[in-house]
Every structure is written in C-alpha cells, then in structure tokens.
C-alpha cells in the first residue's frame, strides 16, 4: 500500500514516517517539491505517485504568527487541504488530514469529543477549522486526525525550549492557566496506521494519555533530567500573546481507542521515554544528584 505524505519533514512526519515505512511503501513531499496550494500542482503530483492514501500534514502552525498572515493561514490551512480532498476523492484515494485542539474555545471544562461544537477563538484556530469543513465537504469518506501538545525528535517543541530557557537562566516562566494532553509524535504512528487499514472515516481525537498544564508539563521534565530550576507560574494573560489560546483542551480519545483497538499510553510515561531515547542529547543529559 503506497502512502504520498505531505509536510513529511514537520515534527510530526519526521517522527511518524519511519514506522509508517516498516508497513507501506511511504512517499514523502516537502515544501520545496509541491506548493499544495496548487490545484495544478497537485493533480500532476498525485497522478504521477498513484496512491492509495494521502496523509496531509502539511500546515502553518505558528499561531502568533497567524494572527498577521490571514490569507496565508487560510491558503495553507484551509484552502490547500480542500484541493488535496477534492483530487482524492475524485480519485477513489483515502485521505488522512491533521488538525488541532485549537478548533475549540476550551469554554468546556471536560475533555472534548469528536461530536462537540467548534469555536476557535485564533486566526490559526479558525483556519484549521475551515480545512476540516472543506475537507470533510470534498471528501467525505476522508479521516480527521485532532491532536495537540506535539512534541518529538529531531524538532522545537515546548520541550526543547523549556530546558533550554532552565539550562541558559535557571529560571522559567510557564503558563499554569491552559490545560491539554502532552503527545509524543512517534506514538501517532500506531493509531495512523490502524486507520488507514481499517478504512477510517470522520473524525478522530488522538493524544497521549492525561492531562496537566503547561507548568505541570514543564515542572515533570525538570524532575525527570534533575535540572535545579526556578519554575514561575504565568497567566495566560501574563503573556500577551496576539492569538488566544483555549484554557482547556483536552480531547476524548475514546473513539479512537475503540475503533482502532490502541489504547494510547500516559502523557507522563511518553515524556520519560522520549527523554531516555534522546539522553545523548546534551540538552537532555540528566543532571547528576547533588
């Protein structure tokens, strides 16, 4: 089964791509190969890879950034998956697209199901949203994939950027205001390849396990590498970012689980793991006890 993957060099495809490939045949497109903003583009694309699935995880993800790049957001995050929906469908090729907890507006205070109303309160939020609609309208045997939190080898992410900021200061400030489930990219892969043989179709909420803060995120990788450092609550007002963010966004993985039969392990296990594995990693190397 061949599989054309889009965005394959974002955290997420770096991550997920060499287990997918110990199962299908793995087509990898990155940025520089195919503008996926082109219908034209993306029909010679997909005729000349003849797949049997597309994963799009192809997406501006900069959220503050989005807030002064509408038309882009919406080109990339809305607009391109659309197309991407519409030469598949046409095609009889199943699609997996990537989205966000960001669709939601956190008002909620319990973990969000697949079945729940949207409301983003972000430029980036309301841009993903209208690339699940199209995508979702163009094809609508086609998967949605919600996730959040992503972390993973090989890229920036919440983690690298706190350990750094702890290493270089020894004191960080983190958002104690804002709720969510820490997820390890690599362990998408199990799930994305499940869905693709069991011919998934609608919408489907995947993380790790739990959930914590920003701050209980932070504080648990400073206990696990050892690091001596001054952790600061912050508000989410404190910040003064351009897009908002939801205060709660913990997604029900319950579909999912049921469906595909993997059962996703806890955020805390996932971080400690991901930690061992990098361990060479100067940044990651535990601090010796006192």
């Known amino acids: 089964m061949r ?7 974002g955290l997420v495809g770096t991550n997920i791509l060499p287990i997918l490939e110990k199962e299908f045949e793995v087509v990898p497109f990155v940025e520089s190969r195919w503008d996926i903003t082109d219908r034209g583009q993306g029909e010679a694309v997909i005729e000349q890879v003849a797949p ?22 919406f080109r990339v995050n809305a607009e391109a998956p659309g197309i991407l929906a519409e030469i598949c ?53 086609a998967v949605i994939i919600r ?7 090989g890229g920036e992410s919440f983690i690298t950027k706190v350990v750094r900021a702890a290493r270089e200061r020894g004191t960080v400030e983190v958002v104690d205001d804002q709720s969510g489930a820490p997820t390890y990219a690599k362990d998408l892969a199990r799930p994305v390849a499940a869905l693709i043989k069991k011919q998934g179709k609608g919408i489907f909420h995947l993380t790790n396990g739990g959930s914590c803060t920003w701050y209980e ?7 696990a590498l050892n690091i001596d450092v001054t952790c600061k609550r912050v508000s989410s007002d404190d ?5 908002m963010r939801p205060r709660y966004s913990v997604l029900d993985c319950t579909r999912v689980t049921t469906f595909t039969s993997i059962r996703m392990r806890g955020w805390q296990e996932a971080v400690e793991e991901y930690l061992r594995y990098n ?3 100067i940044l990651f190397r535990r601090t010796p006890p006192a």
Do not use: Q
């Not at 909620?108 to 309301?126: F, H, Q, V």
């Open 217 to 223: 995120f932070a504080r648990h990788v400073f206990s």
């Open 147 to 153: 996730t959040e939190w992503i972390y993973g080898d």
């Open 239 to 243: 910040l003064k970012r351009k897009a």
């Open 89 to 141: 469908a046409r095609r009889n090729i199943a699609m997996l697209h990537f989205s966000t907890d960001y669709v939601f507006d956190g008002l909620k205070g319990s973990p969000y199901t697949e079945d729940d109303a949207t409301n983003p309160l972000s430029i980036y939020g309301r841009s993903k949203r209208a690339g699940e609609e199209k995508v979702i309208a163009a094809h609508p045997a």
């Open 279 to 281: 361990e060479s990693n």
């Open 52 to 73: 049997d699935a597309l994963i799009n995880l192809a997406a501006i993800t900069d959220v503050d950034g989005c807030e002064d790049k509408k038309e882009l957001a």
């Open 3 to 9: 599989l054309l993957v889009t965005g394959s060099d």
